[in-house]
C-alpha cells in the first residue's frame, strides 16, 4: 500500500492488519542467543546506517531470536538487559510483526507470544517499505511500571529507552549485514487497536528491521 492511502485511511480510522501468513503459534520459544562475537564495536559503529529498501526474504529464526536479545534481552543473572531504563523500570516492551502475526517479546523466558493473529506490519507505519520488509519491531511503554518515575518525565525517560533499544538493533544490523530503520512517522492509535494495547501502554516508535534489497543487476 503507498504513502498516500496509508495517510488517507489512517486519518478515517480505517488502517487495518491482514490475515496472517500461515497459521500463528500462541508462542515460540526462540533458538539460545548468541551473545558473543559479531563485528567489533567500533566497526559496527562505522556502519552504523539507516536503510529504507529491503528484502522480503523472512529472517531466520535464529538471526530473529540473537536480533532481539540484543535488542532488549536479559544479559545478567540478575534481569539486567541489553538496554538501560530509569530505575531499572524495564518498561519497554518490544512487539514484533511478523507475516505470520505479532508477538510481544518475554526476554525472561526468550519467548514471543501471540498478541493478534494478524499481519501488522502495513499499519506499523505510512511508508510503504514496512508492508513487505520481513519484520516491524513496535517500541511500547508501560506507564504502569514507572510508578517511580515523575509522571512528568516518564515519556522522555522511555523514549531515551526505546532509542538505547533502536540503537542496539542498529549495531545488530551493522554487524549482521541487515538492514534496518528507525521510525516515529507513525500511526499510533492504529498500532495500538491492533495490538490491543491498555490505556497504560504508549507506542513510541516503530523499526523496520530485514535484508536489504538487492540491486537489480548487481553480482552479474
Ligand atoms: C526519533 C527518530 C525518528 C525517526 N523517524 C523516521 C521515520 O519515521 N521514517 C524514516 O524513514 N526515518 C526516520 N528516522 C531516521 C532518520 O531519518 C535517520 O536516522 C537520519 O536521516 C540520519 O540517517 P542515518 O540513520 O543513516 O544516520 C528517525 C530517526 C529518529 C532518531
Known amino acids: ?41 567500533l566497526d559496527a559503529l562505522a556502519k552504523r546506517h539507516s536503510s529504507r529498501e529491503f528484502a522480503r526474504e523472512p529472517l531466520p529464526m535464529a538471526v530473529l531470536s540473537n536480533l532481539l536479545w540484543t535488542a532488549y534481552g536479559m544479559n545478567r543473572p540478575d534481569g539486567g538487559r541489553t538496554a538501560p531504563s530509569a530505575l531499572n523500570a524495564q518498561e519497554i516492551d518490544v512487539f514484533v510483526a511478523l507475516p505470520s502475526g505479532a508477538y510481544r517479546y518475554d526476554a525472561t523466558a526468550h519467548q514471543l507470544h501471540l498478541v493478534a493473529a494478524s499481519d501488522l506490519r502495513s499499519i506499523t507505519g505510512y511508508q510503504d517499505f514496512v508492508d513487505e520488509a520481513p519484520l516491524d519491531l513496535v517500541y511500547v511503554a508501560d506507564h504502569a511500571r514507572m510508578g517511580m518515575v515523575p509522571v512528568a518525565q516518564r515519556e522522555s525517560y522511555a523514549s531515551v529507552a526505546a532509542g538505547a533499544i533502536a540503537q542496539n538493533v542498529y549495531l545488530f544490523a551493522a554487524s549482521s549485514g541487515l538492514a534496518t530503520v528507525i521510525r516515529a512517522w507513525i500511526d499510533r492509535a492504529a498500532i495500538s487497536d491492533a495490538l490491543g494495547l491498555s490505556h497504560d501502554q504508549q507506542v513510541l516508535l516503530s523499526q523496520t528491521v530485514g535484508y536489504p534489497k538487492q540491486i537489480s543487476g548487481a553480482g552479474e
Open 1 to 41: 500500500m503507498n504513502t498516500l492511502t496509508k495517510l488517507a485511511l489512517g486519518m478515517m480510522g480505517q488502517l487495518r492488519p491482514k490475515p496472517p501468513e500461515g497459521d500463528p503459534a500462541t508462542s515460540i520459544t526462540l533458538p539460545p542467543a548468541v551473545q558473543q562475537g559479531g563485528l567489533p564495536l
